[in-house]
Nanobody, 118 residues
């Protein structure tokens, strides 16, 4: 089993920054694809960014390109999402997920709320 715990969400003004963290415990951290997804009120959950197990390859949605950066620290069993130039449309619950391949996530965190005020 794998447990994921997110933190770092909160309320921020438009143009501000936040860094989300996801601590992974349980089975081997280094072997999973890690990702961040988000779900805004009344909308479907959407992909934000992903990183491979070695941290050498990342992907993200066009909406956040140039503003959000995913990274990981295997020594700390933690994956991060650095968010800058935040917009009100970025308001959502952000989820950390883990799986064997991008788009196929078997494990999820409980989510952390990010609210961007205009």
């Amino acid at each position: 089993q794998v447990q994921l715990e997110e933190s770092g969400g909160g309320l921020v003004q438009a143009g501000g920054s936040l860094r989300l963290s996801c601590v992974v415990s349980g089975r081997t951290f280094g072997k999973y694809v890690m990702a961040w997804l988000r779900q805004a009120p009344g909308k479907e959950r959407e992909f934000v960014a992903a990183i491979n197990w070695s941290g050498t390859r990342t992907s993200n949605t066009e909406i956040v390109k140039g503003r959000f950066t995913i990274s990981k620290d295997n020594a700390k069993n933690t994956v991060y999402l650095q968010m800058k130039s935040l917009k009100p449309d970025d308001t959502a619950v952000y989820y950390c997920a883990a799986g064997w391949a991008e788009g196929q996530y078997d494990y999820w965190g409980q989510g952390t709320q990010v609210t961007v005020s205009s």
